[in-house]
Every structure is written in structure tokens, then in C-alpha cells.
């Protein structure tokens, strides 16, 4: 499992940033870009994002008595906002979620060294701090920032006094496709409960996280405790 998980969250997170660079016109989309605007290079990662998360909640449901309930939790909200951008619904934002998978490289190399009985060491310390602060920017500022800037335009959407149409140029020898949207409040209450159970789950994982470094390490100066 932690294998498959650095694979696909390291592959995840450079591909993510390459389209954050890349896609200059990102920055200048409207709101009903944002919500119903479709790129293949962006989808794609959300794409190998949603294939991981299928592997994921099996696994997570086979073995829930070992992993726990949250896991399966985490696994199945990740699921669940993944197909749902697909309908399209906020894929603009997925990829700005894309960029959550940057703490979970660490997450896995914290548990690759406890197997190598590197648990306390000066390494172990090192990634830790690494990963409590990646993961707090990422999760927890940029998450929060994110979640308040996608739900500012799901409320404009909601509340729209008109249809959106939005055109998608799928294929250079193709007509474009013409599509019709309105913003559905189930979508939109659907995407807000995940979204905060994610987020609450982060918030969770964080003074998990927190908790572990005080037991590894402790005393004035930072010293490690006796073993």
C-alpha cells in the first residue's frame, strides 16, 4: 500500500504542478469556467487521481479492521468528488486539490524508515518536520483557501439567474461540442459535505501527526528521549 502511494501521489504531484505552469489561461478564467471548464492535461490527472482512489477505498474496505474506519472515509470522499468532477463540476479546482498529494510522499517515507528501524533518528526528524509542514501548507492553508474560493463560486452558480453554455474544443477535426449547465443545489451540497469531511479529516491527521513527533522526541533542546 505505501509503495502504490508514493508512486501515485509523487506522479500526482509533479503532473499537477506541470499544468498549474504550463496552463497560463487558467488565471484569467471566469466562474463558469472554474465550474463547468474541461482541459485534457488537467483531467487527466484528476483521471489517474480517481483510478487511485478506486484501488484505494477496496483496499481500504478489505482491511478496515487494520486501517481503520477514517481511512476508508478519506478513501471514499476522495472517490465520491473525483467521479462527481467528471459530470463536469469543478475540475478547474481539481487540480488545485491535486496539490494536497505533496505531504503524502513524506507520509510514507516516515513509515518506510520506522520498518527500517530508523524510528527517532535524525532522518526520521528531518522528513517529519518536512512533512508536518507541507502538509499543513498544503492541507490545511491551501486547502482551507481553496475549499472558501471553490464554494464562493458554487454559490454565484446556485444563484444565477441564467443557464451557462460552454463550448469544448475535444478534437481539432471535430465540431465543438455545445452544452448547457445549471448549477444543481444537490451537487452542490454534496461537494460541500465532502469537502468538509476532508478537511476535518486533515485537521485530524495533522495533530495525529504532531502528537507522534512529541513522542518520538522530547526534552530541552529538542533532545531525544533515552531508549
Known amino acids: 500500500m505505501h509503495v502504490t502511494s508514493l508512486v501515485n501521489s509523487t506522479f500526482i504531484s509533479l503532473a499537477a504542478i506541470y499544468v498549474l505552469c504550463a496552463d497560463v489561461d487558467r488565471l484569467s478564467d471566469t466562474w463558469e469556467q472554474r465550474l463547468w471548464g474541461y482541459t485534457g492535461a488537467g483531467d487527466m490527472v484528476q483521471a489517474f487521481g480517481a483510478g487511485f482512489f478506486i484501488w484505494d477505498v477496496q483496499i481500504c474496505a478489505a482491511n478496515v479492521q487494520t486501517l481503520g474506519v477514517t481511512d476508508l472515509v478519506h478513501a471514499s470522499m476522495g472517490l465520491i468528488i473525483s467521479f462527481l468532477g467528471f459530470r463536469p463540476f469543478g475540475l478547474y479546482y481539481g ?75 475535444y478534437s481539432p477535426t471535430q465540431k465543438p461540442l455545445v452544452l448547457q449547465h445549471q448549477a444543481e443545489w444537490w451537487v452542490g451540497i454534496v461537494f460541500l459535505a465532502t469537502h468538509t469531511v476532508v478537511m476535518s479529516l486533515s485537521i485530524f491527521w495533522f495533530g495525529k501527526m504532531i502528537a507522534t513527533m512529541r513522542r518520538h522526541y522530547a526534552g530541552p533542546g529538542g533532545k531525544r528521549k533515552a531508549k
Not at 475549499?147 to 474544443?169: E, I, M, Q
Open 95 to 169: 487540480i488545485q486539490y491535486a496539490l494536497f498529494e505533496l505531504s503524502t510522499p513524506f507520509v510514507n517515507f516516515h513509515w518506510f524508515l520506522n520498518k527500517l528501524n530508523k524510528a527517532g533518528s535524525t532522518l526520521q526528524l528531518v522528513n517529519g518536520m518536512i512533512l508536518i509542514t507541507v502538509f499543513g501548507c498544503c492541507r490545511l492553508l491551501w486547502g482551507s483557501y481553496m475549499t472558501k474560493t471553490f464554494f464562493g463560486d458554487v454559490w454565484t452558480a446556485l444563484h444565477a439567474p441564467r443557464s451557462s453554455w460552454t463550448t469544448y474544443n
